[in-house]
Nanobody, 121 residues
Framework: QVQLVESGGGLVQAGGSLRLSCAASGSISSINGMGWHRQAPGKQRELVADFSSSGSTNYADSVKGRFTISRDNAENTLYLQMNNLKPEDTAVYYC???????????????WGQGTQVTVSS
């Protein structure tokens, strides 16, 4: 199995910054992609940023130029640097990984438990 543990959420004023971390652990055989999603109250979950299997990055239009996704492959850790935060960025942020666990014939998408980010105006 694969476990994801997120950290780094919190309360910040508009214009501030936060850095989210996501540590993946378990019997990981291969990773196809990693990313961040978020869900605001009363809204659908949406993609924030991700790495594809080729290593290319993808960002939601609403966060381009403000958020940066990065990763440490050696540590299987994913990061999301969030700058110039806005109240509309308030949401629960979830880490996701598309990975194949050892002994499994195919990859699955795993989700973290989520970390709350609140941006005050």
């Amino acid at each position: 199995q694969v476990q994801l543990v997120e950290s780094g959420g919190g309360l910040v004023q508009a214009g501030g910054s936060l850095r989210l971390s996501c540590a993946a652990s378990g019997s990981i055989s291969s990773i196809n992609g990693m990313g961040w999603h978020r869900q605001a109250p009363g809204k659908q979950r949406e993609l924030v940023a991700d790495f594809s299997s080729s290593g290319s990055t993808n960002y939601a239009d609403s966060v381009k130029g403000r958020f940066t996704i990065s990763r440490d492959n050696a540590e299987n850790t994913l990061y999301l640097q969030m700058n110039n935060l806005k109240p509309e960025d308030t949401a629960v942020y979830y880490c996701t990984i598309n990975a194949r666990a050892r002994g499994q014939p195919f990859a699955l998408i795993y989700w973290g438990q989520g970390t709350q980010v609140t941006v005050s105006s």
